[in-house]
């Protein structure tokens, strides 16, 4: 459930491509020049500071050692940031709208973080995709070695390490916003578009069963990836980025949703297991149907919060924020799904063999 994540990060960074409101504010631009020169930041020695600006240097601090050297707030980026807190409380005692800055709202550092709930949210993010790798790795050691159905397990654990990876670079990216943070962020975020993409379509044309399609099917994703790594790198443009990810995007959930169909079909044609491993068979069209529909329905609904963008800063949290929230439940669900509906192929496949 990352892909409407990714399409919603993306569609958020364009922004900065194109300027925010308070990028342009004369105040904005004045408290900068006023900050580097009597920092003073490298290059801005001997730039004369008006007179009369005591007032406002007075505000102005140097970053901590710490800060400086271990989340690379140099002396410009940190004028940055007290500027855009100048200009927000000068703006709210004005009766004033806060207005964003580089794409983004004014957050205050807490406790080292620039985007405090967006990183807290990114990091519980995390473990829907951890617990699911475990489970899938303890579905893994029951199965025999030789069974071919392993393989669908396999590519769902690289759903769970990719989504991992996308949320831990999620995590340090709203920690900490630099151009690596963020490039690291769209990579593995694209990444786990793809794997999602993958994985479900390996199971749905059960490519389990062929090795040269499911090999070609693999090659092809790679290569995908690989020349998606090396568009970015070389000519980096947050439009191409999320035209790729809408695309991959919509075709996972175009598959989570065939597959609830394809279900559907086969437990009305009365395609049922004669036994099952920890598969209840009274809960089968709820586990197998009704989930993965709510899955897309859920995420989609979600998404809302991004479209009726909103910030509080006395609270210091964003739509965005409470969009992360809204996501780790899916996430959970997601593996659970994966999980009850290869029980049930596996067990179908069980009875025939039987």
Same mark, same amino acid.
Request: aromatic share 16%; charged share 20%; glycine share 4%.
């Given at each position: 459930?990352l ?28 408290c ?46 940190n ?6 807190q ?42 829907? *995709? ?5 489970? $899938?790795?303890? @579905? &893994?050691?029951?199965? =025999? !070695? ?26 340090i ?78 075709l996972?959930?175009?598959?989570l ?13 009365g ?5 099952? *491993? ?5 809960? $089968?069209?709820? @586990? &197998?149907?009704?989930? =993965? !529909? ?7 609904l ?31 669900k ?21």
């Amino acid at each position: 459930m990352l892909c409407l994540w990714v399409l919603l990060t993306i569609s958020g960074l364009i922004q900065r491509t194109l300027g925010s409101p308070g990028d342009w504010l004369d105040e904005f631009i004045d408290c900068k020049e006023l900050c580097e020169a009597s920092t003073p930041c490298p290059g801005f020695e001997g730039v004369e500071v008006p007179s009369g600006a005591s007032s406002e240097i007075a505000f102005f601090t140097e970053a901590s050692a710490i800060q400086q050297h271990l989340l690379f707030w140099d002396c410009e980026s940190n004028c940055d940031y007290q500027c855009q807190q100048v200009v927000t409380q000068m703006r709210i005692a004005a009766g004033e709208k806060i207005v964003q800055f580089h794409g983004k709202w004014p957050f205050k550092r807490l406790f080292g973080m620039q985007e405090l709930f967006s990183t807290l949210f990114s990091v519980a993010n995390f473990f829907p *995709h951890y617990r699911g790798y475990k489970l $899938l790795q303890r @579905e &893994l050691t029951r199965l =025999p !070695v030789r069974k071919r159905s392993r393989f669908i397990l396999e590519k769902y654990c690289y759903v769970a390490i990719a989504g991992m990876l996308a949320w831990t670079s999620s995590s340090i990216f709203h920690f900490r916003d630099l151009e690596v943070t963020e490039k690291l962020d769209y990579f593995f975020a694209g990444a786990t578009v793809l794997s999602g993409f993958h994985g479900i379509l390996i199971r749905i044309l059960r490519l389990d069963k062929s090795d040269k399609f499911r090999h070609v099917v693999t090659a092809a994703v790679l290569l995908i990836f690989s020349l998606h790594v090396l568009r970015l790198y070389f000519d980096w443009s947050y439009t191409y980025n999320m035209r790729f990810n809408v695309l991959f995007g919509l075709l996972q959930y175009i598959l989570l949703l065939t597959l609830a169909y394809k279900n559907k079909r086969q437990l009305k044609a009365g395609k049922l297991p004669r036994k099952s *491993h920890h598969l209840p068979r009274e809960n $089968l069209f709820f @586990e &197998l149907c009704v989930v =993965p !529909v709510a899955l897309v329905v859920g995420t989609a609904l979600a998404m809302s919060c991004e479209l009726f963008d909103f910030f509080s800063y006395s609270w210091q949290i964003d739509s965005h924020a409470i969009w992360h929230a809204c996501t780790v439940l899916p996430s959970w669900k997601l593996y659970d799904f994966f999980l009850h509906d290869f029980r049930y192929l596996d067990a179908c496949e069980d009875s025939i063999s039987d």
